[in-house]
């Protein structure tokens, strides 16, 4: 299906004037309805298109050079030929519509069993990592493919890992584990490498929960590039894989208590803040979180980690920001292509370590200490002076400090991380305490310890308050 935009129309505020920017009409998308109500503006469009769903989008000005979603009381897409946009300025905007396949969010494509380990293979490879956990539960690992949405809203695949204890004779809580950063496509979670991550699904898995694991979009058997640090295509991912999960649990007899948690490390942890604001703005029908712990993460992209980056602030691992800008690349199109954000000999070096195959170590060194060298002369110059350079609108738009918990939340991160910026956690607390929220609580779990050395201790506090609300 063509994803192209059929439509992009400026809306004047305080008037009922449609001004046309760019027109490329298709027969079967055109705009039929602006109207001012009370609180904003009302759109609608038809289609002659069959198996549709819409994805809205704007531009405050022209110049801002990128689209982005606007805020929403439903999630896009939307299968309706109508929505409404709740704004009260009278400031211009700029949409557009557009029509992309329609997914049937969360179905099952395919459940593989994997593996059983045994009480005493875990007891072994727990000592073996230094592990604290005592295993209870023979586990089964199961890999899932199921239906969820790209970026845009339109139907892909993707891929997670799925840990159930054997013969726990009860019914199980639903724990879903957020991975942190990869950079290699069958080192994702459901390949089952019991070196990687999978293993924190394990421990729960082995002490009586059902544990999802998702791979996220781009990795594991999900096509693309991964949309590293995109907020809303990490929740979409988590939130359908959750939905496949509660599927295959009811239909293969291991039953589901209504209680939910919600952990995740590194980007693991900005991805477990964008899930929980996603189920909890969208989903209440049918997710009830009943804890959430997001780990260091950068939870203020537009801010700490764009100050850091541009002060050249040291980062023990500088690959980070080129996953970034090659996925916001991908998503946004800042660019015509990747290569033309970069300063030679860059622009030829390292768009293609962005293959899926190459280690993040790899990356690192292919890199330049400082790694706002990578960047193109005059990109740079702008992005310094220009407070609404599109890169910024995109860094700002997956922020993820700006709404308000509901659910308990705990954050953890060590004061000496120096591959996340321990203020992330610190403005996120802030700010979710300044929107009124009292039960949003910040742990040092290890103080001084760094980015790698307080992963361990943050996940088994969580644990530990997981199984204490049990």
Request: charge should be negative.
């Amino acid at each position: 299906m063509n994803q192209g935009i059929s439509l992009i129309f400026r809306l004047l505020a305080l008037t009922a004037t449609v001004v046309p920017v760019l027109a490329q009409t298709s027969a079967s998308l055109t705009i039929t309805n602006l109207q001012k109500t009370d609180g904003g503006w009302l759109l609608g469009w038809q289609s002659a298109a069959t198996g549709v769903a819409y994805t809205v989008q704007f531009q405050d000005t022209l110049q801002d050079g990128i689209w982005r979603s606007p805020a929403s009381s439903v999630p896009f897409p939307v299968a309706s030929n109508q929505w409404f946009d709740a704004v009260g300025t009278n400031a211009a905007r700029l949409y557009q519509v557009v029509g992309v396949a329609a997914a049937q969010r969360g179905k099952v494509l395919a459940l593989n069993y994997s593996n059983t380990l045994s009480t005493a293979t875990l007891d072994f490879l727990f000592g073996f990592a230094g592990i604290p956990i005592t295993p209870q539960y023979n586990v089964r690992l199961y890999k899932v493919d199921y239906e969820t949405i790209t970026p845009l809203g339109a139907r892909t695949v993707a891929s997670g890992a799925l840990l159930l204890p054997e013969d726990a004779g009860r019914s199980l809580p639903l724990v879903s584990y957020q991975h942190g950063t990869l950079t290699q496509t069958n080192s994702a979670p459901s390949s089952m490498d019991l070196t990687g991550e999978v293993t924190v699904g394990i421990g729960f898995a082995t002490t009586g929960y059902a544990a999802a694991v998702p791979d996220y979009l781009g990795l594991g058997d999900s096509p693309g590039l991964h949309p590293y640090l995109h907020a809303r295509s990490e929740a979409t991912a988590c939130v359908d894989m959750l939905r496949a999960v509660k599927t295959i649990c009811a239909t293969n007899g291991f039953p589901l208590t209504n209680q939910l948690f919600l952990c995740g490390y590194s980007q693991g942890g900005h991805s477990t803040m964008a899930l929980q604001r996603e189920l909890e703005a969208y989903h209440t029908n049918e997710f009830t979180i009943t804890a959430s712990a997001p780990m260091a993460g950068p939870y203020d992209l537009s801010g700490v980690t764009t100050d850091d980056f541009l002060n050249g602030v040291p980062n023990p691992n500088p690959y980070y920001f080129l996953c970034l800008l090659g996925a916001y690349q991908d998503v946004y199109h800042l660019a015509p292509d990747l290569a033309g954000l970069l300063a030679p000999p860059y622009s030829a070096t390292l768009p293609p370590l962005l293959n899926g195959n190459t280690d993040g170590s790899q990356i690192n060194a292919a890199m330049p200490t400082n790694a706002v060298e990578i960047l193109q002369t005059n990109f740079l110059a702008a992005l310094r002076s220009n407070p609404r350079h599109p890169l910024r609108l995109a860094l700002q738009e997956n922020d993820l400090y700006r709404w308000r918990p509901v659910a308990p939340m705990r954050l953890y991160q060590c004061s000496g991380d120096m591959d996340v910026d321990p203020a992330n956690s610190q403005i996120a607390l802030d700010s979710f305490q300044a929107l009124g929220d009292t039960q949003v609580q910040f742990f040092d779990p290890l103080p001084g310890a760094d980015h790698d050395t307080c992963a361990q201790p943050s996940l088994l506090l969580a644990k530990a308050w997981f199984d204490s609300l049990r």
